[in-house]
């Protein structure tokens, strides 16, 4: 297993701040927004005990960039972002992968990421499970992974479901009952 030091950054953003930790390899973890920068830093070190705070390098700060762009409601597309996911499960690894070519305003679900991977329908709470440890949710997109039929699943950051909703109709995606196609007509 590879060594490194990892180091963070706190910064703001329209949506409130972030934490972002990298390792000498690529991006580890990955904070969404909370409401203040003590609340973000305590929840990215509960997970990463022994980082440091630190300048981000130039790869990084791109990475923070980015991110405040996708706060502000822009199209953003984070799959070229180097991650360090060692420790990860094999299999994690694989979902994640395949979470990241999720594009912007597009959803997918546990099943069909598991079926992309080639595994049965049973695969399906393995890939909800990845989603729920995700290490860098947003960079790798768990928020545009759905549950059977559409709905919105879990989601285990500040905020649960509705965080993941927001995040959601931010990029144009609408879950729940279409929009009737016609009112009724008064004959």
């Given at each position: ?8 950054h706190i910064f703001e953003t329209a949506a409130g701040f972030c934490g972002i930790a990298?390792s000498d390899y690529g991006i580890t973890r990955f904070q ?156």
């Amino acid at each position: 297993m590879r060594q490194s030091v990892h180091r963070y950054h706190i910064f703001e953003t329209a949506a409130g701040f972030c934490g972002i930790a990298w390792s000498d390899y690529g991006i580890t973890r990955f904070q969404l927004p909370t409401k203040s920068a003590d609340a973000t830093e305590r929840l990215l070190r509960r997970r990463l005990a022994d980082a440091e705070p630190g300048t981000p390098p130039a790869r990084v700060e791109e990475a923070v960039s980015a991110v405040r762009r996708y706060f502000e409601g822009k199209e953003t597309d984070f799959s070229a972002f180097e991650l360090d996911l060692t420790g990860q499960d094999a299999f994690f690894r694989q979902v994640y992968f395949a979470a990241r070519r999720v594009p912007w305003g597009h959803t997918t679900t546990y099943g069909a990421l598991a079926r992309r991977l080639g595994a049965g329908p049973e695969a399906a709470r393995d890939v909800g499970q990845a989603m729920a440890r995700n290490p860098v949710a947003l960079i790798i997109p768990c928020h545009r992974v759905l549950a059977a039929g559409g709905k919105i699943g879990g989601f285990s950051a500040p905020g649960g479901s509705s965080t993941k909703l927001r995040m959601l109709e931010m990029e144009g995606v609408r879950i729940g009952a279409p929009e009737p196609a016609q009112q009724s007509l008064a004959f």
